[in-house]
């Protein structure tokens, strides 16, 4: 039969999987520690766990990471300490909120940039 013939036809139905990307953390600020940085958790519900990488504005400087866990449901703020900083150094911050698809794939939001 022609197509836009006056017959419905059956077709298989189609299926699919995706996850979006969670939405970012937000209100990054230094914590009352040294070394210390803070932040509100993603409002997206599904995150498992945060990563901060950070590196010195120093041209050639390697980036260090941290990921961790996602915090107790009933906190709302998140703090980590940064490691082998060097005093008087100006630092680049990204903080991602990272999810898990269905296959374990590990999918991260945009950046909050400290």
């Known amino acids: 039969m022609p197509v836009g013939s ?3 036809v059956t077709s298989v139905p ?3 999987y995706f996850t979006t990307k969670p939405l970012p953390p ?4 230094l914590g009352p520690e040294q070394n210390e940085v803070r932040f509100v958790k993603s409002a997206s519900g599904n995150v498992r766990e945060y990563k901060v990488r950070y590196k010195s504005s120093e041209e050639g400087s390697k980036a260090e990471e941290i990921i961790f866990p996602l915090p107790a449901a009933s906190k709302t703020t998140c703090s980590v300490k940064l490691e082998g900083l060097t005093p008087s150094m100006q630092y680049k911050i990204n903080i991602t909120a990272i ?3 269905t296959k374990q794939a590990k999918i991260e939001s945009k950046a909050l940039h400290g």
């Open 6 to 8: 006056d017959k419905e």
């Open 26 to 29: 937000t209100n990054f600020q």
């Open 99 to 101: 999810v898990e698809d």
């Open 14 to 16: 189609l299926t699919g």
